[in-house]
């Protein structure tokens, strides 16, 4: 390490606060306006059990979880071994764990390279000391951690009276005893390491820090969403949890409903009386809502469906994030029923991604799927202020000057797009069925006017893909190995084409944002003159590869490296697989 970087990883059980801990690591970076990134990761218990995470703290852009560590916190060697091979150190790693000079040496099953150094600290005796309670021993960890590696004092300390403000006034003071501990403990007996010193430049701005779900309910309300029902399913129900406090002061609605079923029958419900409406899940949740996607498709009713995939299938991996609900959101259900799906790259990238799904929802009179993941949507990161200037309000299509008996909802128009009544509001009545119509809404069973109405709802998605068709490139034009790939994938996938690049082999990628319906035109440009197309996914099934496949022709000898989910691309990962396909 240089000094401009510095990765930690802290796992123990419940009742450990290794979330706390890391989420006060997180905050305190980011007030110091550095760059910083947090990968949650659980058991698969409901309640309790092991928990781990990883942090990334540099002055630099931050872009993936790290491979390798440079310090590991273990509250129980136990629980490690859950996670072991999420935590593995680098070879001049450093561990702390709980301990003193007369405790026995612990089996530390360490998957990977040793520590180079071992700090044992009473955690839990100097806990009591100082707070009065072993709990507090997260917080000893804390200002041990702090003091060794520098990580910033002021800051740490405004972190833990944030986290803890909705505690009494002893319990603030307690928990800031226990974190001084820490750091008192270290000074009286250790030496720092001096190359794990993490270097903070002065006069930083200051950064957000929020998760990916945060960032999709912030979102969704400065687009104008002002009804959400949900019903709480991992790893989504914090979008819901968000908008309870804060959909209110919106003069908006939130539902917490029976089910996924009646979650989107409400949004479609409160969509078609003129609210901009969306609903999150999971896929269990999703597979639930198959049937009710279909009527949005052929009623041409607007809504968004924030989708934060996990592992599958059935119950699968709720607690790890995986890229395998990719088919089920764009051709999940009976008869043909257009959508659109949209994903998110990071936690920033929920912001812009959520304006774009109400735009396109609103204007084309169509459901839209966000596909986030569980990497996304629980992951901690710190970001600049979001440019609030960039929303793209859109207000529905609704008749006017059109006697009534001539009022066609559905009519056949050049774009795909009629004007859409708000029953109550607007003088027009028409029937909004998940029957077959025709251009007035009437039910009909004739082949011609199903084609015709078929031809309609999908005409919309040619303009779709040439209104929003977002893409990220990265990496020199004229390389000749190219990377595409999608989601959380990103950010492992720029690191290695910035490292491979600084290496001397030209790679470039792409990394489009609207993934049904693809701009086809865009993909064929960058797959031009290349020699080398590697296609990454985490689907075991080659899921991305395919939907590929069904829209554009890809270059001859394309390679593919998907796996399953349950653990993020490493950065020299794919590496590796880069070098290979280009010899």
């Known amino acids: 390490m240089e000094g401009d970087e510095l990765n930690l990883g802290l796992v123990g059980s419940g009742g450990d606060g290794v979330m706390i801990a890391g989420e006060s690591i997180v905050s305190a970076a980011a007030r110091e306006g550095l760059k910083c990134l947090m990968l949650k ?4 218990q409901i309640r309790g059990g092991e928990s781990s995470c990883k942090i990334r703290i540099s002055s630099k852009k931050v872009s993936a979880a790290p491979d390798t560590l440079d310090v590991l916190l273990a509250f129980n060697w136990n629980d490690y071994k859950r996670f072991g091979s999420e935590l593995e150190l680098k070879p001049e790693g450093v561990v702390v764990e709980e301990g003193d000079s007369e405790s026995p040496e612990p089996e530390r ?6 520590p180079a150094t071992i700090y044992k600290l009473p955690l839990t005796r100097l ?13 000893v960890a804390l200002g041990a951690v702090s003091e060794l590696f520098g990580l910033p004092d002021k800051e740490m300390k405004h972190s833990i009276k944030k986290m803890f403000s909705h505690k009494s006034a002893q319990i603030i003071e307690g928990n800031l005893k226990a974190y001084q501990s820490g750091k008192d403990y270290v000074l009286a007996n250790f030496s720092k390491p001096e190359k794990l010193q993490l270097r903070i430049e002065k006069n930083l701005e200051k950064r957000l820090v929020m998760t990916g779900n945060d960032a999709c309910a912030y979102a969704a309300l400065l687009a104008g969403c002002r009804f959400f029902a949900g019903y709480p399913i991992t790893p989504s129900s914090e979008i819901m949890e968000w908008l309870s406090v804060y959909m209110p ?27 901009k409406a969306m609903t999150a899940t999971s896929g269990p949740g999703m597979s639930l809502m198959t049937e009710l996607l279909g009527l949005a498709s052929i009623a041409e ?8 995939q996990r592992g599958g299938p059935s119950t699968g ?16 259900g009976h008869g043909d029923s257009p959508r659109v799906v949209i994903a998110p790259a990071d936690v920033g990238d929920c912001f812009p991604v959520m304006r774009e799904a109400f735009f396109i929802s609103e204007k084309y009179q169509i459901p839209v799927i966000v596909l986030s993941d569980a990497f996304i949507a629980q992951c901690k990161a710190s970001l600049h202020k979001p440019d609030l200037s960039k929303i793209r309000p859109w207000e529905r299509a609704r008749p006017h000057g059109i006697p009534v008996e001539d009022y066609k909802r559905f009519e056949y128009t050049p774009t795909g797009v009629s004007w859409m009544a708000i029953p109550g509001k607007d003088p027009y009545i028409y029937r909004a069925a998940g029957i077959e119509h025709d251009e007035k809404g009437n039910p009909t069973s004739e082949f011609a006017e199903h084609e015709k109405m078929n031809e309609k709802r999908y005409r919309k998605l040619k303009f779709i893909a040439e209104d929003a ?13 190219g990377i595409v790939t999608w989601g959380s994938c990103k950010g492992p996938v720029r690191e290695a084409v910035e490292i491979l ?14 993934l049904f319906p693809l701009n086809t035109d865009k993909m064929r440009a960058f797959f031009a003159g290349l020699e080398h197309l590697l296609v990454v996914e985490l689907s075991y099934s080659k899921q991305f590869l395919n939907l590929l496949k069904t829209q554009l022709d890809l270059p001859a000898g394309t390679a593919h490296y998907g796996r399953s989910g349950a653990k993020p691309f490493a950065v020299s990962e794919i590496i590796e697989q880069i070098r290979k396909i280009a010899g």
């Open 109 to 114: 099953p360490i998957i990977g390279p040793q």
């Open 127 to 139: 806990a009591k000391e100082t707070a009065g309670t072993p709990l507090a021993r997260n917080m």
């Open 301 to 308: 009713i607007p809504c968004v469906v924030v989708n934060a």
């Open 501 to 514: 690049n600084t290496q001397g082999l030209p790679v470039r990628a792409i990394v489009p944002q609207v």
């Open 249 to 275: 002061a919106y003069g908006g609605t939130m539902i917490q409903t029976e089910d996924e079923i009646a979650a989107l029958g409400m949004v479609l419900g409160a969509s078609l009386a003129g609210a």
């Open 469 to 481: 068709c977002f893409m990220r490139y990265y990496g020199p034009k004229e390389a000749k190995v």
């Open 41 to 44: 990761s659980f058991g698969p």
């Open 317 to 332: 991996i709720p607690t790890k994030s995986e890229q395998s609900d990719l088919m089920q959101a764009v051709f999940g």
